[in-house]
């Protein structure tokens, strides 16, 4: 069982930053990708980025593309998220996203940690 645990949610205001960290343990078998959702009440979780461990790929949200960037280390199972220019609608619950795609496959999540920016 792998467990994630997410830190450096926060209040900011619009245009300021904040970086969300992602770390992730436990679990015998090794993810293919590390990413971030969020999640807004009365709406359905939504993609924000995600980084493949081969190749370091990474693949972003059009909303967020030129404002966040997400980095991570497959050695240490972490995922970075630093987040630039923040805007109101960027208000929400970011989830991390352990991901196994080949087999056994598998998905794990994290609790959420709340962002909230200010306008």
């Known amino acids: 069982q792998v467990q994630l645990v997410e830190s450096g949610g926060g209040l900011v205001q619009a245009g300021g930053s904040l970086r969300l960290s992602c770390a992730a343990s436990g679990g015998a078998i090794r993810s293919d990708s590390m990413g971030w959702f969020r999640q807004t009440p009365g709406k359905e979780r939504e993609f924000v980025a995600e980084?493949?461990?081969?190749?370091?790929?990474?693949e972003y949200a059009d909303s967020v593309k030129g404002r966040f960037t997400i980095s991570g280390d497959n050695t240490r199972n972490s995922v970075d998220l630093q987040m630039n220019s923040l805007k109101p609608e960027d208000t929400a619950v970011y989830y991390c996203r352990w991901r196994r795609l080949r087999t056994p496959s598998a998905n794990y999540w994290g609790q959420g940690t709340q962002v909230t920016v200010s306008s």
């Open positions: 980084v493949y461990w081969t190749g370091g790929s990474t």
